[in-house]
């Protein structure tokens, strides 16, 4: 589903469609195995309801599981989706994937986000945050 594009991103194409609700969604089974893939760290038991950081064209937004969007379908809420160039959804889109160091960095500007699986040291950086998931795994 996602595969190695940059440095801070993982590149993937997602249906993208509308949400009533106030977060960005996608199924919970795919947000399930891409959080543990790409920010779980093998060390003990970690939360794997983390929020997933994802860009569309050049909005920024945490992305939340939830088992009634369909599979490979990012749900945007109206307010997201009216700032992208999409006119008729859904319609299939390139969307970035943030990898873990990127994904801290992002969701720190998200005020009362928690970033549970996700901590950052008091010196900015995370003994966790190194990347060697080249592919994901998705």
């Known amino acids: 589903?996602?595969?190695?594009?940059?440095?801070?991103?993982?590149?993937?194409?997602?249906?993208?469609?509308?949400?009533?609700?106030?977060?960005?969604?996608?199924?919970?089974?795919?947000?399930?195995?891409?959080?543990?893939?790409?920010?779980?760290?093998?060390?003990?038991?970690?939360?794997?309801?983390?929020?997933?950081?994802?860009?569309?064209?050049?909005?920024?937004?945490?992305?939340?599981?939830?088992?009634?969007?369909?599979?490979?379908?990012?749900?945007?809420?109206?307010?997201v989706l009216a700032d992208t160039e999409i006119k008729n959804p859904p319609s299939l889109r390139e969307v970035l994937l943030a990898r873990r160091e990127c994904a801290t960095q992002l969701l720190s500007l998200f005020p009362g986000l928690e970033c549970a699986g996700l901590t950052q040291q008091r010196d900015g950086t995370d003994s966790r945050l190194g990347d060697d998931f080249p592919g994901a795994g998705t």
Not at 9 to 21: A, C, E, I
Not at 32 to 45: L, M
């Open 1 to 79: 589903m996602f595969e190695a594009f940059s440095r801070n991103y993982y590149l993937g194409r997602l249906y993208v469609t509308p949400t009533d609700g106030d977060h960005a969604l996608m199924h919970s089974d795919q947000h399930e195995r891409i959080n543990e893939a790409v920010y779980a760290t093998g060390d003990g038991v970690e939360p794997l309801d983390t929020p997933l950081v994802m860009k569309l064209e050049t909005q920024h937004f945490p992305v939340h599981g939830d088992a009634a969007v369909p599979t490979d379908t990012l749900a945007l809420p109206e307010s």
